[in-house]
C-alpha cells in the first residue's frame, strides 16, 4: 500500500482547507488513518485519527472542534477537513496508516508502518 497526500498550500488565518489521503495497492477498510504533521523546529505530532471498522474518530486537545477527519473506503481516501485555521496550524502535514491497529495506540506514531509523503501547510496571519 501507497500513501499519497494531497491538499495543502497557502491560506489566511481563519481559513479553511482540506486535505486528502489517497492510497493505491490494497482497500483501506482495514487501516486505521491518522493525520500527522510537523512544525518548523518541532517534532512530529498528532491530529486526528480515523480507527477502521467503525466510525470512531479520534483528535488531539488543538485540533479538537476545528478539524473533522472522514474516510470513502470506495474510494480508498481519507479527508481533514480544517477550519479556522490558525498560524499555530502552520506544518507538514503526514497521512499514515497500520492495519488493524488496537485503538489505544491511534496517537501513537511508531505504530504507523505507511506514511505518505507529507503536504505542507502555511497559515499566515
Known amino acids: 500500500v501507497q500513501l499519497q497526500a494531497s491538499g495543502g498550500g497557502l491560506v489566511q488565518a481563519g481559513d479553511s482547507r482540506r486535505l486528502s489521503c489517497i492510497a493505491t495497492g490494497r482497500s483501506f477498510n482495514i487501516y486505521t488513518v491518522a493525520w500527522f504533521r510537523q512544525a518548523p523546529g518541532k517534532g512530529r505530532e498528532f491530529a486526528a485519527a480515523s480507527r477502521y471498522g467503525t466510525s470512531a474518530t479520534y483528535y488531539s486537545d488543538s485540533v479538537k472542534g476545528r478539524f473533522t477527519i472522514s474516510r470513502d473506503n470506495a474510494k480508498n481516501t481519507v479527508y481533514l477537513q480544517m477550519d479556522s485555521l490558525q498560524p499555530e496550524d502552520t506544518a507538514v502535514y503526514y497521512c499514515?496508516?497500520?492495519?488493524?491497529?488496537?485503538?489505544?495506540?491511534?496517537?501513537?506514531?511508531?505504530?504507523?508502518?505507511?506514511w505518505g509523503q507529507g503536504t505542507q501547510v502555511t497559515v499566515s496571519s
Open positions: 499514515a496508516a497500520a492495519s488493524f491497529l488496537h485503538h489505544d495506540y491511534y496517537n501513537t506514531e511508531r505504530y504507523y508502518n505507511l
